[in-house]
């Protein structure tokens, strides 16, 4: 499920277990400043080793994924003019995408989930409450 404002800008991306497709699936585009793949493989399959290399790159926005491991959260998903878009419930399993706009959550119950974003992070200059 793909999130956009009122000109198209996406927002933010949810993806439940039953969304994978077969073999590697690339749900975000290669433009993204974050990108995000699905994975069903049979057993066996090998993933050739290899590295990344070092190579520079401008990134503008902080994205964050959230892996729900337990529980639910309400997400709300804002605008760049700080509008309400959308507020949805994310449920144990699913996963979160949040590329641009901002956003926040509640506890629907006790609640267990992985963040993961870019860094180095310095949350007096990357973070604005509202």
Do not use: C, W
């Not at 090998?46 to 959230?66: A, L």
């Amino acid at each position: 499920m793909e999130i956009r404002d009122k000109n198209n800008k996406l927002l933010a991306m949810i993806f439940s277990p039953n969304d994978y497709k077969d073999e590697k699936h690339f749900l975000t585009e290669d433009s993204n400043e974050f990108q995000i793949a699905q994975f069903n493989l049979d057993k066996a399959t090998e993933i050739k080793r290899h590295i990344h290399r070092d190579q520079e790159r401008k990134i503008n926005k902080t994205s964050e994924v959230i892996i729900v491991n337990e529980g639910s959260l309400e997400l709300e998903i804002y605008d760049e003019e700080l509008k309400l878009v959308t507020k949805e419930i994310v449920n144990q399993g699913q996963v979160i995408a949040l590329f641009n706009g901002g956003h926040g959550f509640k506890t629907l119950s006790k609640s267990k989930f992985l963040e993961v974003k870019q860094g180095p992070y310095v949350e007096d200059q990357d973070k604005e409450r509202f």
